[in-house]
């Protein structure tokens, strides 16, 4: 009897540890797969909804090769890296979606039917309305170095509040004979302290900086209108500022070009990249 008793909880251990190994090992694969999951359901809707190229008749045959690629760099936000298909797909520890880029561009491709940079920007922002939820403004059309290229980079600024992130971009690359995104990078915003303080306005921000430049014996030869957007005081702290982009001259006549922030609640000069300031 003792023998078939301890045969019996040696049966149900050996069973119980099965399950054990089994639930552990279910887990792993499922973590390892997740991102590809979340990688394939993005491309799937962006076909879906006609913003990637969808000239292929059967989607499971575009869909069908998946490589997953753990990045070692540990500082990057990018944590994976998976293909679907022809397109790159960046993913960050929270399995968000931070990008996409057409791994396979066809430069050679037939160059008839060119749509205008407008009629790119208005597909850039119909497009994003689908993607994401952000809110978002469009800010200019970057220009690179192959006037020949056969896409347009379309940049906006993120928003909240009704107010941009001055260094916070969404970007979005659109093929200039189909219309298509061929590329999109979008990075989430996390765990910041903000101040949205307005104690001074835009004749204030000026007049103070006017007087700064002055005490360090320069000339305001020109001054863009400011806007009113989000800086960075530190990795975690964001707060509202006048960016003003000032021409100038110093005593002995030489003339540069800075960008200036004053800050909204307190009227604090902050962020020169002025070299004749750095010289002195």
């Known amino acids: 009897m003792r023998v078939r008793k301890a045969s019996m909880v040696f049966s149900v251990v050996i069973i119980v540890l099965l399950l054990l190994i089994g639930f552990i090992v279910n ?54 890296s998976v293909i679907v298909g022809k397109y790159g797909v960046d993913i960050d520890k929270n399995f968000n979606i931070l990008g996409f880029s057409n791994k396979n561009i066809d430069e050679h491709m037939v160059k008839s039917n060119l749509i205008s940079e407008e009629d790119a ?24 170095d192959n006037i020949e290229s056969s896409f347009y980079n ?43 303080e307005i104690n001074i306005d835009e004749e204030e921000a000026i007049k103070i900086l006017k007087d700064n430049f002055e005490g360090l014996k320069l000339e305001v030869t020109a001054m863009e ?3 009113l957007a989000y800086i960075n005081i530190s990795d975690k702290e964001m707060v509202l500022a006048y960016i003003l982009n000032s021409n100038l001259k110093d005593k002995d006549g030489k003339e540069e070009t800075c960008t200036s922030s004053v800050r909204a609640d307190t009227g604090e000069v902050v962020n020169y990249n002025l070299e004749s300031v750095a010289k002195k």
Request: charged share 35%; net charge positive; glycine share 4%.
């Open 27 to 80: 887990n792993i694969l499922k973590k390892g797969t997740k991102e590809v999951k979340v990688a394939k359901d993005f491309i799937e809707e962006l076909y879906d909804s006609g913003i990637i190229e969808n000239s292929y008749s059967i989607k499971k045959s575009v869909i069908k090769e998946e490589t997953l690629n753990k990045l070692s760099n540990k500082d990057s936000i990018i944590k994976y």
């Open 121 to 144: 920007i208005y597909l850039a922002k119909s497009y994003l309305s689908k993607i994401t939820k952000d809110e978002f403004e469009f800010k200019e059309v970057k220009k690179g």
């Open 154 to 196: 379309i940049i906006f600024y993120k928003y909240r509040n009704g107010y941009p992130y001055y260094k916070q971009e969404i970007k979005t690359v659109i093929n200039k004979f189909t219309g298509k995104l061929e590329g999109y990078t979008n990075y989430p915003i996390e765990n910041i302290k903000y101040s949205e």
């Open 225 to 227: 209108d400011p806007i």
